[in-house]
């Protein structure tokens, strides 16, 4: 949508016909890849810049297509978001999340949280509290170790009904986060409205701190702002150690990035914290 002058518009149209029949294949191909198993998660950590553990994850799906290799989320989310799959596909996150960290808890590393990240149309299409309260006594998980990670479009989707979804999710004691933080409209005014506990700082604000006096000083304000208001920050696409110092300085809470470690699936995952790898 950004900078598509008058001159793309040809371009454009052929482009869009393009995407129309890839966007029907992939539509078709995740009916039946939920079946299939063809869904996986990897996991990223997250660090905490006091002491330099992992103290938890996100878990990040990923579509691997027999012969075709792994489909961006990027891509197929908004699709599956779209046509009410992400419904489906939700819950089984959910759910594979949830037992993977209860195996992870058993293991020993019983303080370790996953965060989820949800859609829009799961608030529109289900009862969210239900499906958590659900989920967590399938996997014998306490509530205190799921973070649900929330984009201002939940948030902005309607009123009262995700408002009354959060607060009761409130209640059971799972983490609320706001994702993205930084790149929406309004950020400020939901800050006030819903009960969240964490700021993920944007990666386009991350990107530059070394060289960008003007993302810097957002983040050292955002980080103040988080204190001021008893939430805690983690700090997204975090790559360099210089990003990393930055962070530290401003007594930023957390970061997850490649610096420290790209997502990983559940092996590799199971090995790095194994090996107790620290900052
Ligand atoms: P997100 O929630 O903002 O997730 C962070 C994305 O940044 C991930 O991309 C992650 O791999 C990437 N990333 C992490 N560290 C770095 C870094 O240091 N540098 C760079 N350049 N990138 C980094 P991914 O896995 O491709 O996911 C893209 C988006 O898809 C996610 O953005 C999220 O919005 C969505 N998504 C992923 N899994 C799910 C899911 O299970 N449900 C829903 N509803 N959305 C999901
Ligand atoms: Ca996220
Ligand atoms: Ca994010
Ligand atoms: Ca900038």
């Keep these: 949508a950004k900078g598509r002058g008058r001159n793309c518009a040809e371009f454009y149209t052929h482009k869009m016909g393009v995407d129309a029949e890839r966007h029907m294949a992939l539509e078709t191909a995740m009916r039946t890849a939920l079946d299939n198993g063809e869904f996986e998660l990897d996991y990223q950590p997250k660090v905490a810049l006091r002491g330099g553990q992992v103290f938890g994850m996100e878990a990040l799906l990923r579509w691997r297509r027999p012969g075709l290799g792994v489909v961006s989320p990027a891509e197929f989310i908004p699709l599956a978001e779209e046509t009410g799959a992400i419904v489906a596909i939700g819950e089984w996150v959910l759910r594979t999340a949830c037992r993977q960290l209860r195996h992870w808890h058993d293991m020993g590393h019983t303080q370790l949280t996953m965060a989820v990240n949800l859609s ?5 299409r289900q009862d969210v509290p239900a499906l958590i309260r659900a989920t967590l006594a399938d996997s014998g998980l306490p509530a205190k170790a799921l973070e649900l990670e929330l984009t201002e479009s939940i948030l902005m989707s309607d009123g009262t009904g995700v408002r009354d979804a959060l607060l009761q999710l409130k209640a059971i004691g799972v983490t609320l986060a706001l994702d993205d933080f930084g790149t929406g409209y309004s950020s400020l005014s939901y800050l006030k409205r819903f009960p969240i506990d964490v700021l993920k700082i944007d990666r386009s604000f991350i990107q530059d701190l070394a060289a960008d006096a003007e993302d810097a000083s957002l983040t050292r304000t955002i980080v103040l702002m ?22 530290r300085r401003c007594k930023c809470d957390a970061i997850q990035g490649y610096f420290f470690s790209k997502p990983l699936n559940a092996d590799a995952m199971t090995s790095l914290l194994r090996d107790r790898r620290c900052l």
Excluded: I, W
């Design 120 to 124: 829009p149309r799961q608030f529109v």
């Design 226 to 247: 988080a204190q001021s208001l008893h939430m805690k920050t983690v700090a997204e696409g975090v790559e360099t150690l210089a990003q990393l110092s930055f962070l």
